[in-house]
């Protein structure tokens, strides 16, 4: 069974960092390219950011230009997101999702793009 886990969020100050990991299981994620997505109480989802299945493309919202950074670790069947000088905006459960990829195609931070989510790890930024 295809399953997405989740993990690494929690409670940070502003100006803190925090990793978030994706990790899968059931399925290999080398062929699939991963989105992460957030959601904030009273918010629409939003794209955060996304990597397709070789690494080699990326994507980042406007919003987290310079403060994030997405990878993957094939070899660990790992997704990240590395979020530096978090803000109190920033705060969400965040979510990662898979979409099958065959060749290596740019990523979309479009969700309905992604059939495959996780269950989500809450972030909040505050002091």
């Known amino acids: 069974q295809l399953q997405l886990v989740e993990s690494g969020g929690g409670l940070v100050q502003p100006g803190g960092s925090l990793k978030l990991s994706c990790a899968a299981s059931?399925?290999?994620?080398?062929?699939?390219?991963i989105g992460w997505f957030r959601q904030a109480p009273g918010k629409e989802r939003e794209g955060v950011s996304c990597i397709s299945n070789t690494g080699g493309i990326t994507g980042l919202a406007d919003s987290v230009e310079g403060r994030f950074t997405i990878s993957r670790d094939n070899a660990k069947n790992t997704v990240y997101l590395q979020m530096n000088s978090l803000k109190p905006e920033d705060t969400a459960v965040y979510y990662c999702a898979a979409v099958f990829r065959l060749l290596s195609a740019p990523c979309v931070l479009n969700g309905s793009e992604y059939p495959y989510w996780g269950q989500g790890t809450q972030v909040t930024v505050s002091s």
């Open positions: 059931g399925f290999t994620l080398d062929y699939y390219a």
